[in-house]
């Protein structure tokens, strides 16, 4: 019987039908003569050219210590203690990307043996991708062409061409950025737009604007959303055409793209609508504002990706305030307004109860341009309540000078706690400068003293523990002993936090340890392979 036939007949069963040659064990041993007979059958193929040898990578060895934390750090499997329990040994794997960063920064190359395992764990995970390229260097591009699994490397290559074809002087090589464009995948495309943006940003609008008319909305939609890396006043005239396009959703983007431009004509035209519903009230109080919305949503706003229906629970005339403030530059209101700063401006009452719509849609415009008074102003004060900023604090914060964010982050903490701090610490700079690193500990400290259920923090101790300083492992480690229950304190509390600061301590002492073993001049650990273990 042919091979087919034979699995046909095991697929179906003995049950079903009497194998061939009458039972199951004379089925199986023809599938295995079968087999023999196809594997010995099989013909030699033509001898493929042997590859081109991996070009040199002149960048320093890593120092032997950090080599083999490099290899701990690629096998790490994260496990967790008896009970669901979290294990309060330090997670390699969360820590593999600042090991990653700290390595590029030294400009070492990664030992030749590890490049497999780095381009493994750069395919399953895409954060790891550009640091994990950068440390592989020439020699794992050079391994990704002979696995397909590793043909990501080939389009997120570092460099300043990175992701495009080159030529041979390593240079863009524009017949084949074109050829890709034309024939590839859209995967592909998306790709090569991104990259060939970051390189050009101006060849890429114009790769773009060449096959505009032809393309999918859908894929318009995502090719647009490539043009914010680089976005500059050179790109209006192509998404002036984009507020034509008869796609809601790439007209809404391509607005958006526009009002992040102060100087665009879109802008201004946003300006003098706003300027027409917000002003100083002229008829009662001179020093507050008086709003009045848009009474319908005409042609042009509408252009200009306005939505006109509202979201569900939404007023139509505040729905159109929002948007029509949001796209408008916030200079434009200094001069509007009297010369007021922006935090003279965010200080006026607004009559009427809109001043939560108003200050809402400037928080928007704030994070959109980028713009840090008005961020500043529209933040407030970091113990003001938490329901009186507007918007996302998280992301009106994000847009402050790093210091002054882990500052105002600090003065936060302080004052709520770190119950309402997760989304506002995500945005600060790691290591996490003082005063913010002193104010985690210390309100970590008031929560274990307090009896608090531990879990209810582990999202902050999470990033505590890939943020703080390692310098404060020695101020943490007192708190790993076990604390005396307080009264009316959740039952066991006092074991989980010993559990969690021995985890936090650990994991700092390991990142101080792995920050050593990549000096230059650091010293070898003792004889017998594995860096030597950090205390607990």
């Given amino acids: 019987m042919s091979w087919s036939e034979l699995v046909g007949a095991a697929l179906l069963g003995a049950e079903r039908r009497t194998p061939p040659g009458g039972s199951v064990e004379a089925l199986l041993d023809a599938a295995a003569v079968e087999t023999v007979r196809r594997r ?3 013909r030699p193929a033509a001898a493929a050219p042997r590859p081109e040898p991996a070009p040199e990578d002149p960048r320093p060895p890593l120092p032997p210590a950090a080599a083999r934390r490099l290899v701990l750090l690629l096998t790490d499997r994260p496990g967790t203690g008896g009970g669901g329990r979290r294990s309060i040994a330090p997670d390699l794997a969360e820590l593999l990307p600042q090991w990653l960063s700290a390595a590029n920064a ?3 190359r990664a030992p030749a043996e590890q490049l497999p395992a780095l381009l493994d764990a750069a395919r399953a995970r895409t954060d790891l991708r550009a640091a994990s390229l950068a440390l592989g260097g020439p020699r794992a591009l050079w391994l990704a062409r002979l696995n397909p699994e590793w043909r990501f490397a080939l389009r997120g290559r570092p460099g300043h061409a990175a992701g495009l074809p080159v030529d041979g002087a390593g240079e863009p090589d524009g017949q084949a950025v074109r050829r890709l464009w034309e024939e590839g995948l859209f995967a592909e495309r998306s790709a090569l737009l991104s990259a060939l943006r ?12 060449g096959t505009w008319s032809e393309e999918r909305p859908e894929d ?6 490539s043009l914010r890396e680089g976005l500059s006043q050179q790109d209006e005239a192509f998404l002036e055409r984009a507020l034509a396009d008869r796609s809601r959703t790439v007209r809404a983007t391509a607005a958006e793209l526009l009002s992040a431009l102060p100087r ?21 109080d001179p020093g507050r504002l008086a709003v009045e919305a848009p009474h319908e949503c005409d042609a042009g706003m509408q252009r200009d990706g306005v939505v006109p229906k509202p979201p569900a629970g939404r007023g139509e005339r505040s729905w159109w305030l929002s948007q029509v403030v949001e796209a408008a530059p916030l200079d434009c209101w200094s001069e509007h307004l009297g010369g007021r700063t922006p935090a003279q401006v965010a200080a006026l009452p607004v009559a009427d109860g809109w001043e939560g719509e108003l200050h809402a849609a400037w928080a928007q415009a704030a994070v959109r341009q980028r713009h840090a008074a008005w961020a500043r102003a529209l933040l407030g004060r970091p113990s ?4 009186a900023a507007p918007g996302d604090p998280a992301k009106l914060l994000a847009v402050l000078p790093e210091r002054e964010r882990a500052a105002w982050a600090a003065e936060f903490i302080a004052a709520h706690g770190l119950s309402e701090a997760f989304r506002v610490l995500g945005v600060c700079a790691v290591p996490w400068a003082e005063p913010l690193g002193g104010a985690v500990v210390d309100a970590l400290e008031i929560a274990r003293d307090a009896g608090s259920y531990p879990w209810s923090f582990s999202g902050v101790m999470g990033l505590a523990e890939r943020c703080l300083d390692p310098a404060l492992a020695g101020r943490l480690a007192p708190l790993a002993a076990v604390p005396d229950e307080p009264e009316g304190g959740s039952p066991g509390a006092g074991g989980y936090w010993a559990e ?10 390991l990142r101080a340890a792995m920050l050593r073993e990549l000096e230059p001049a650091a010293e070898e650990p003792p004889a017998g392979g594995a860096p030597a273990a950090e205390p607990r």
Avoid: I, K, N, W
């Fill in 264 to 284: 665009s004509a879109l802008a201004a035209r946003m300006a003098a609508r706003a300027r027409s519903c917000v002003g100083l009230d002229r008829t009662g």
């Fill in 40 to 42: 010995a059958g099989l």
């Fill in 198 to 209: 970051r390189h050009d940003p101006a060849a890429a609008r114009e790769l773009l604007a």
């Fill in 500 to 509: 969690a600061f021995q985890r936090l301590v650990a994991t700092l002492r």
């Fill in 384 to 387: 003001a309540p938490v329901t």
């Fill in 220 to 225: 318009r939609l995502m090719f647009l959303d």
């Fill in 106 to 108: 030294h400009g070492y």
